[in-house]
C-alpha cells in the first residue's frame, strides 16, 4: 500500500490511485519505496535545524526527516488557520516561515533541482498521463487545483459542456472576516517594516518581544510605552550617564566662520570602557601584560615575539615617561584612529569621526567595534564651497587641524587635571592617558602632520616621516632617518626672527606652515624625540591593496593588453575564484569576480589581495603559462615570477603575524630582495615616478614600526574601517542627511546607541535580559551529519539513484555493499561537520549538487601503514554509515605527502590515484585537518595541489630569515 506523504493521510490502494491523488493535492513526491526514502532523506537534510541525537551518538537523522519534508513542500491542508487565536498563529506562521527560510538558505536548493529531475523518472511510468502536471502542480493552489486541473488537460477549446467550465471566482474583497485587535496590530507592524526596509528576522524578533512583555507580571492596560527621545532621556538620568553626551563646539575657521565641531568627553568615553564587565574581561586583555602597571611579564612565551603593541619597543619608554617605574599609575595608552568616511557617492556628506582604542586590548578585542569609542567628528569643511573655492591648501589644513585641536581638548584637559582617578575592576587606580600611535591612510596621515600631499620630483621629502628624498624612494632597504620634534621647533623659531628663511626650511622639509594640533603643549603622545612624526605608522591595506598590488596589476594590464589572453586569464580567475570558495580550507584572502582580475576599478584594497592569490594558484597551474606568454617571460623569469608572487603574499602575512623578535630585526635584507624581484618583474611604464613612490618607501618602514608597536596588525587600518561603521555609516543612516547638520545629527544618533547599549549591559548583568540572546549551545568533539539519503538494495538499485552521487562512490558502495548495508539498505549523508574539543568546526562535503554543482571537499587523512605514520590528501566522495559508525569514502592521492613540504613550498603537486585501491573507507577520525586543493587545470588528469592556508604564510616568510642575532 502506498501512501501520500503529504498530510492528507491519503492511503491507496495500488499506485496509480495514488497518482491520481497526488496530482490533485498538488503534490510530487516518490511513490515507490526507494524513491520515497530518498525524498525524505532530502527533506532530513533541509530541516536539520532541529536535530536529535540518535542512537550511535550521531546528530541529525531520521526523526526529523518526516515532519520537515512534509513541510516544506506545502503544507495547504494546515492552511486554514482563519479564524485563529494569536498565539496560535504567530506558533503557526514562524514555523512554516522558518523551514521555508531554511530551505531557501541550506544547501538544499540541490533537492528541488533534482527533485524537479525526478519528475520524468516517476511519470514515464504512466506513460505520459500525468505529464502535463509536472511542473505546475507543485505551485498549483489547493481549492483550485481540481478544476484548473481539468482545464488544463482539455487543452483543447471545447468548451460546450458546462460541467468542463471553470467555476467563478468569488470577489476577493467581498467576505472582510472581522479583525481582532492583535490581527490589525501585526498588519500594521508589517506595512510598518515594509515601508522601512526591515530585515525579515526583525519582525520576529519584535514580536519575540511584544510577546514576552504582554506575558510578562508585570504587564498592565496602564502602560504607556515612551517616545524615542523622551525614553532616551530617562535612560541618562537613570544611569547617570549624562558625561556620555556628545557636546557641539564652535570652532572658528580661517575665513572667520564658524564651523560645529561634536566632540564626546574623552573621561567619559574611556570611563565606559574600562568601567564596562563586559568589557574589562581577562580573556580581552593582552597576554604578557599587567594591566595596573603596565609591566611586561618576562617570563610569558608571547612576549618573545612581536606582538601585541606592549610588546613593542616603544612600550616601556613611554610608559616610563607617563606611569614612572613604580607601578603607582595604571597606563592608559590610546591608539587613535581617523579616516575619512563617505556614506554617499558625491562624498558631501562625510565626517572624518576620530576614534581610539585601549593597548591594553588584545588584538581579537580590538578588532571588534565595541572596543571602540569616540572622541569626535571633524565636518566635512568644503561641503558646499564648490570649485571656486578659493582657499589657500595652508587654509584648508589649518581648519581641519583647528577641528582636530578642539577633538583632542578633552585629551589635553585629562593631561593637565593629573589623570583619571577611578576604580577598575574592584581596584583604586591613578590612570595616565596617553597617545600611543595613530592610524590613518597616508593622505589623512599627511594632513595630520602638515606635510605636503602627493609626490613628484620636486618634493623634497615625499614621506611624512623621514629626511630622504625623491630618489631614495625606491631604495629597497633605506637607512631614514627619522624627522624629530627638536628639528620642527627649530623651524618655528627660525620662521619667527626671520620669515622668508623660515619658510624655506619648511619647504624644505615639504611641511606647511600652520600651528599643528598634534604638537600642542599638553598633548600627551608615547614618543617625546619624534613626536607624531615617528607615530604615524603604514599600514598595508592602503600600501599594499591600494598600492603595490595595484601598481602589479597595471604593469601586467599594461604589458598584455586587453586582448584575448587577457580575456582568458579573466576567465580563469573566475573558475580559479569558484574552486578557492568550494574548499573544506577557507583560510584565504578573499577575493572578487566582479571585474577582470587585474583590473584596477570595482575592487576593495582588501579584495586586491585575493585577487593576487588567485593569480598565484593560476600561475601554477598548467592554464597558467598564458601568462608566460603574454608577458614575454623567459623560463628564468616565470620561475622568479612564481617565486614573488608565493613570497609576496607570504610577506604581507608575516607582516600580521606575532614574530620572533629577532627574526623580525634581521628581517630587512629578506624584505628587501622580495620588493626588489617585484621592482625588477613589474616595470611602471613611461610618464610615471617608478617606483620612486612613498608607498614603497611605506613597505620598507613596516619592519621598523613593527618592532615599535608590534605586529602590523596592530595598526592594521581594515579594523577601524569597520568600527567606522557604527560611528558613521549606521547613525549616519538615521539622519536626514543634510550636508549642514550631518555631523551634528550622526554624533546625536550615535550618542542615543552608546545610551541604549550601556542600559541594556546593565540589564544584562542583573539577569534581566529578556531578549535571549541564544547562542546555538557550543558542540566540542562532536560529528553532526547531515544530508541524509537512503538506498535500498535489493533489486536493481543503482539506477534509482536521484541524487545522482558520484560514479566512483557507487562503485565504492558496490564493492562494499555487504559491509555497509543494513537490512538491504545504505545510508549515507552528504556533509559532515566535526567540531573539534575548542568548539572550532569544520564542514566536509561531498555533495554531488550542491547549488547547481558537485562540491566535493579534500582532507588531509592519517593512515598507520605497519609502523609508519602517513598522509594523504585525499577528495571526500560520500559519508556512509557502517556498523562501526559512519565512515568516510575517500580518493587518495597516490603518494603520501608530509605538512611540513606544505610549509615549505606553500604550494605542492601531487597526483590523486584513480585505481581501485585508492578508493577506501576511513572513519571521520582519521581527518586530520581542512585541506584546499586546486587542480591543475589544462594539466594532465588527476594532478592538483595542495595550497597552504594563510595563517601559515608567516612562517613560509619567515622561515629563512636568521634568527640569532649575528647576522648584524
Ligand atoms: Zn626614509
Known amino acids: 500500500m502506498a501512501t501520500c506523504q503529504c498530510r492528507c493521510g491519503y492511503n491507496a490502494r495500488n499506485r496509480k490511485s495514488l497518482s491520481k491523488h497526488r496530482s490533485q493535492c498538488g503534490l510530487i513526491q516518490g511513490d515507490i519505496d526507494h524513491n520515497v526514502n530518498i525524498l525524505l532523506s532530502r527533506g532530513s537534510s533541509s530541516g536539520c535545524a532541529s536535530i536529535g541525537v540518535n542512537r550511535d551518538g550521531y546528530i541529525g537523522g531520521d526523526d526529523c526527516g518526516n515532519d520537515n519534508g512534509s513541510n516544506y513542500i506545502y503544507d495547504f491542508h494546515d492552511n486554514n488557520i482563519w479564524p485563529f487565536s494569536a498565539s496560535d498563529t504567530n506558533e503557526d506562521t514562524s514555523d512554516v516561515e522558518s523551514h521555508c527560510d531554511d530551505f531557501m538558505t541550506d544547501d538544499d536548493h540541490s533537492a528541488t533541482i533534482s527533485s524537479a529531475g525526478d519528475g520524468p523518472m516517476i511519470y514515464d511510468e504512466f506513460n505520459g498521463e500525468q505529464n502535463s502536471t509536472s511542473s505546475s502542480a507543485i505551485d498549483r493552489d489547493d481549492d483550485s487545483s481540481s478544476s484548473s486541473q481539468d482545464s488544463f488537460s482539455n487543452s483543447s477549446l471545447s468548451c460546450e459542456d458546462e460541467s468542463e467550465l471553470p467555476g467563478y471566482d468569488p470577489p476577493m474583497f467581498s467576505t472582510t472576516p472581522l479583525f481582532s485587535a492583535a490581527y490589525k496590530l501585526q498588519i500594521e507592524l508589517h506595512t510598518l517594516f515594509d515601508k522601512n526596509k526591515a530585515s525579515l528576522t526583525m519582525y520576529d524578533e519584535m514580536v519575540k518581544l511584544f510577546n514576552g512583555f504582554f506575558a510578562s507580571n508585570e504587564f498592565s492596560k496602564m502602560t504607556r510605552l515612551s517616545t524615542r527621545k523622551k525614553f532616551m532621556a530617562e535612560t541618562e538620568k537613570l544611569f547617570g550617564i549624562a558625561a556620555m553626551k556628545p557636546t557641539y563646539g564652535c570652532v572658528r575657521l580661517e575665513d572667520n566662520t564658524v564651523a560645529t565641531v561634536p566632540v564626546f568627553d574623552a573621561k567619559a568615553m574611556i570611563l565606559s570602557l574600562l568601567h564596562d564587565p563586559s568589557i574589562m574581561k581577562h580573556e580581552n586583555f593582552a597576554p604578557g601584560y599587567d594591566i595596573f602597571t603596565g609591566d611586561v611579564l618576562e617570563d610569558c612565551e608571547c612576549n618573545q615575539v612581536y606582538g601585541e603593541i606592549h610588546t613593542g619597543d616603544a612600550w616601556i619608554p613611554a610608559r616610563n615617561q607617563h606611569c614612572g617605574k613604580g607601578g603607582k599609575f595604571m597606563p592608559i595608552a590610546l591608539v587613535l584612529f581617523g579616516d575619512k568616511s563617505h556614506t554617499d557617492l558625491h562624498g558631501s556628506l562625510s565626517v572624518e569621526p576620530v576614534s581610539f582604542t585601549l593597548t591594553l586590548f588584545n588584538r581579537d578585542a580590538r578588532n571588534l567595534p565595541k572596543f571602540w569609542r569616540l572622541l569626535g567628528y571633524i565636518p566635512n569643511l568644503t561641503a558646499g564651497k564648490g570649485e571656486a573655492n578659493r582657499q589657500s591648501a595652508k587654509d584648508k589644513l589649518q581648519n581641519l587641524h583647528n577641528c582636530l585641536s578642539y577633538v583632542l581638548k578633552s585629551i589635553r584637559d585629562i593631561n593637565e587635571s593629573g589623570g583619571i582617578r577611578t576604580t577598575v575592576m574592584g581596584q583604586n587606580v591613578h590612570t595616565k592617558v596617553w597617545i600611543h600611535f595613530i592610524i590613518g591612510d597616508c593622505e589623512g596621515n599627511n594632513k595630520w602632520l602638515g606635510h605636503y600631499p602627493g609626490n613628484n620630483s620636486g618634493t623634497a621629502r615625499p614621506y611624512r616621516d623621514c629626511e630622504c628624498s625623491f630618489s631614495d624612494m625606491c631604495n629597497t632597504n633605506p637607512t631614514c632617518m627619522y624627522t624629530t620634534l627638536r628639528e620642527m621647533a627649530e623651524a618655528q623659531s627660525l620662521l619667527q626672527r626671520n620669515k622668508k628663511e623660515g619658510s624655506a626650511v619648511f619647504q624644505q622639509m615639504s611641511r606647511y606652515i600652520i600651528r599643528n594640533a598634534l604638537l600642542q603643549p599638553g598633548l600627551p603622545m608615547s614618543d617625546q624625540i619624534y613626536g607624531a612624526y615617528r607615530m604615524t605608522p603604514p599600514e598595508l ?352 592521492s597516490v603518494r603520501p605527502m608530509k605538512w611540513t613540504t606544505v610549509e615549505k613550498k606553500m604550494l605542492v603537486a601531487f597526483d590523486l590515484g584513480d585505481k581501485d585501491e585508492s578508493f577506501v573507507r576511513v572513519p571521520l577520525s582519521s581527518f586530520v585537518h581542512t585541506l584546499c586543493v586546486i587542480r591543475d587545470y589544462g594539466g594532465e588528469k588527476n594532478k592538483y595541489f595542495v595550497v597552504l592556508p594563510k595563517r601559515g604564510w608567516g612562517c613560509y616568510f619567515g622561515k629563512d630569515i636568521m634568527k640569532s642575532s649575528n647576522e648584524y
Open 541 to 892: 591595506l592602503h600600501t599594499s591593496g591600494a598600492g603595490l598590488i595595484l601598481y602589479m596589476f597595471r604593469s601586467i594590464a599594461g604589458t598584455i593588453g586587453a586582448g584575448i589572453g587577457r580575456d582568458d586569464l579573466d576567465r580563469q580567475h573566475v573558475r580559479m575564484m569558484q574552486s578557492i570558495q568550494r574548499q573544506s580550507e577557507r583560510d584565504f584572502p578573499r577575493g572578487t569576480t566582479r571585474n577582470g582580475i587585474v583590473d584596477g576599478t570595482k575592487c576593495q584594497a582588501s579584495e586586491r589581495r585575493g585577487n593576487l592569490f588567485s593569480l598565484t594558484c593560476i600561475a601554477h597551474t598548467h592554464d597558467g603559462l598564458i601568462l608566460k606568454e603574454e608577458m614575454k617571460l623567459s623560463d628564468d623569469k616565470w620561475r622568479s615570477l612564481k617565486l614573488f608572487l608565493r613570497q609576496y603574499l607570504a610577506m604581507e602575512e608575516w607582516f600580521h603575524s606575532d614574530n620572533n623578535k629577532l627574526e623580525v630585526q634581521n628581517a630587512r635584507r629578506k624584505i628587501a630582495k622580495v620588493l626588489k624581484m617585484l621592482q625588477e618583474l613589474f616595470p611602471r611604464g613611461e610618464g610615471t615616478n617608478g617606483y620612486n613612490i612613498p608607498k614603497m618607501h611605506g613597505m620598507t618602514k613596516m619592519q621598523s614600526y613593527m618592532m615599535r608597536f608590534g605586529c602590523a596588525m596592530n595598526f592594521f587600518g581594515g579594523t577601524g574601517e569597520s568600527s567606522h561603521k557604527q560611528f558613521v555609516k549606521a547613525p549616519g543612516q538615521k539622519t536626514q542627511r543634510r550636508v549642514s547638520e550631518f555631523a551634528h545629527q550622526t554624533a546625536k544618533q550615535y550618542h542615543h546607541v552608546m545610551v541604549t547599549h550601556h542600559a541594556l549591559t546593565c540589564m544584562t548583568l542583573r539577569g534581566e535580559n529578556n531578549s535571549v540572546h541564544d547562542t546555538a549551545a557550543m558542540m566540542h568533539d562532536r560529528i553532526v551529519m547531515e544530508g541524509k539519503y537512503t538506498i535500498h538494495t535489493s533489486g536493481g538499485w543503482m539506477e534509482d539513484n536521484t541524487l545522482r552521487l558520484n560514479n566512483n562512490l557507487l562503485g565504492v558502495y558496490l564493492r562494499d555493499h555487504a559491509e555497509i548495508s543494513q537490512n538491504n539498505t545504505i545510508t549515507g549523508y552528504t556533509h559532515a561537520r566535526i567540531f573539534d574539543k575548542d568548539g572550532i568546526q569544520s564542514i566536509f562535503y561531498a555533495h554531488p549538487t550542491y547549488r547547481s554543482g558537485p562540491w566535493y571537499d579534500w582532507a588531509f587523512v592519517h593512515f598507520l601503514e605497519g609502523e609508519e605514520e602517513l598522509y594523504y590528501p585525499s577528495r571526500v566522495l560520500g559519508f556512509v554509515e557502517t556498523l562501526e559508525g559512519v565512515e568516510a569514502v575517500i580518493q587518495c
